[in-house]
């Protein structure tokens, strides 16, 4: 007996029902499912840091042109379902794209890179406010002695506040990272095969679907966890002594 008809002997004798995993078809489908959630976690931190770092910059930068419409950015994701983001920037922003190139067969946007479009920036949104408080709490001291040293703005933003500010607002940074994991659910919405859109494929046509959230639950702990523990780390390394962190 193999190791997969061994689980599905033992899990049987409480309830569960994992017989779709000799199914290869149906596994297959499931285990691209794990792995499509991961490459989007693994596209979407990256993003999401990168954007949140250049709006904080906005911000704080002092210059309306560069402020305002950041500002009202971030307003509206953050005051907006993400959900609803990413159904009207699939349905109508991707529709208008289409129609520019000459047709759906012609569009280079995949349902894909919407979620990560849409998560990313929504995710972006909270680190922008995050890394925002943390440089309007770098010690006016600091940057004026930045600036006594013949700093320019721009270098006074790069070499003191944004470093300062991402070791103060790390903790927000990594609950909204634990936030955008969660998130790449929202993408069985538009077909993206993530593990949540390739569970519903199979507990259709199983009735399995106590079995497959359990897993989906666990998955997703333990990710989590792994971020957690990450960002734990990472805190520990960019402490700085005496500077009260």
């Given at each position: 007996?193999?190791?997969t008809?061994?689980?599905?002997?033992?899990?049987?004798?409480?309830?569960?029902?994992?017989?779709?995993?000799?199914?290869?078809?149906?596994?297959?489908i499931?285990?691209?499912?794990?792995?499509?959630?991961l490459?989007l976690?693994a596209?979407?931190?990256?993003?999401?840091?990168i954007?949140?770092?250049t709006?904080?910059?906005c911000?704080?930068?002092?210059?309306?042109w560069?402020?305002?419409?950041?500002?009202?950015?971030?307003e509206?994701t953050?005051n907006?379902?993400?959900?609803?983001?990413?159904m009207f920037?699939?349905?109508?922003?991707n529709?208008?794209?289409?129609?520019?190139?000459?047709g759906?067969?012609?569009?280079?946007?995949?349902?894909?890179?919407?979620?990560?479009?849409?998560v990313?920036?929504?995710?972006?949104?909270?680190?922008?406010?995050a890394?925002?408080?943390?440089?309007?709490?770098?010690?006016?001291?600091?940057?004026?002695?930045?600036?006594?040293?013949?700093?320019s703005?721009?270098?006074?933003l790069?070499?003191?506040?944004?470093?300062?500010?991402f070791?103060?607002?790390?903790?927000a940074?990594?609950?909204?990272?634990?936030?955008?994991?969660k998130?790449?659910?929202?993408?069985?919405?538009?077909?993206?095969?993530?593990?949540?859109?390739a569970?519903?494929?199979?507990w259709?046509?199983?009735?399995?679907?106590?079995?497959?959230m359990?897993?989906?639950?666990?998955?997703?702990?333990v990710?989590?966890?792994?971020i957690?523990?990450i960002?734990?780390?990472?805190e520990?390394?960019?402490a700085?002594?005496?500077?009260?962190l």
């Amino acid at each position: 007996m193999s190791v997969t008809d061994l689980f599905i002997s033992l899990t049987s004798r409480i309830g569960l029902n994992y017989e779709f995993l000799v199914s290869g078809y149906e596994a297959q489908i499931w285990r691209d499912g794990f792995v499509t959630t991961l490459y989007l976690i693994a596209a979407l931190i990256p993003v999401s840091l990168i954007a949140g770092v250049t709006f904080a910059a906005c911000l704080t930068s002092g210059r309306l042109w560069l402020s305002v419409p950041v500002r009202a950015f971030v307003e509206l994701t953050r005051n907006t379902p993400t959900l609803v983001q990413l159904m009207f920037s699939f349905l109508v922003l991707n529709n208008l794209v289409s129609n520019m190139v000459g047709g759906a067969q012609n569009n280079p946007l995949s349902p894909f890179f919407w979620v990560i479009a849409v998560v990313g920036l929504h995710i972006a949104a909270l680190h922008a406010e995050a890394i925002r408080a943390g440089i309007e709490a770098v010690p006016a001291s600091t940057v004026e002695a930045a600036q006594a040293i013949g700093f320019s703005r721009l270098q006074i933003l790069r070499y003191v506040e944004i470093p300062l500010a991402f070791r103060a607002s790390l903790p927000a940074i990594v609950n909204n990272l634990i936030n955008l994991a969660k998130l790449t659910t929202i993408g069985n919405a538009i077909a993206v095969s993530e593990i949540t859109y390739a569970s519903i494929m199979v507990w259709t046509q199983r009735d399995n679907v106590v079995s497959l959230m359990i897993v989906i639950l666990l998955f997703f702990s333990v990710i989590n966890f792994v971020i957690a523990r990450i960002g734990s780390w990472v805190e520990r390394r960019l402490a700085v002594p005496g500077y009260g962190l």
